[in-house]
């Protein structure tokens, strides 16, 4: 299986901006699609971003325009820029594949990355 340990979380002010980072360990990078996924307090785990092997991105709508994904096959590692955060951003993040080739190995949930946003 695919490990992944996620990083670059924190507490910012309302309009502010992160920038999370994630590290898969395990297996072959560049062939899955990646996504970022947020779970905020008391709710379920929903997908706000992806990214294919091609770099080509998706984003939820309460993200677009503010949230970019992407990247680096070389290092293994995905991102997740946070522009103008609000409040309702608050969650913690996890990446995780979304989809590989046949055969290849599943991922696993790492420990996230809290981010909060304070009002």
């Known amino acids: 299986q695919v490990q992944f340990v996620e990083s670059g979380g924190g507490l910012v002010q309302s309009g502010g901006s992160l920038r999370l980072s994630c590290v898969a360990r395990?297996?072959?990078?560049?062939?899955?699609?990646m996504g970022w996924y947020r779970q905020a307090p008391g709710k379920q785990r929903d997908l706000v971003a992806s990214i294919d092997t091609r770099g080509s991105t998706n984003y939820a709508d309460s993200v677009k325009g503010r949230f970019a994904i992407s990247r680096d096959n070389a290092e293994n590692m995905v991102y997740l820029q946070m522009d103008s955060l609000n409040p309702q951003d608050t969650g913690v993040y996890y990446c995780?594949?979304?989809?590989?080739?046949?055969?290849?190995?599943?991922?696993?949930w790492g420990q996230g990355t809290q981010v909060t946003v304070a009002s």
């Open positions: 995780n594949i979304i989809s590989g080739p046949p055969g290849w190995p599943s991922g696993t």
């Open positions: 395990g297996s072959i990078f560049s062939g899955y699609v």
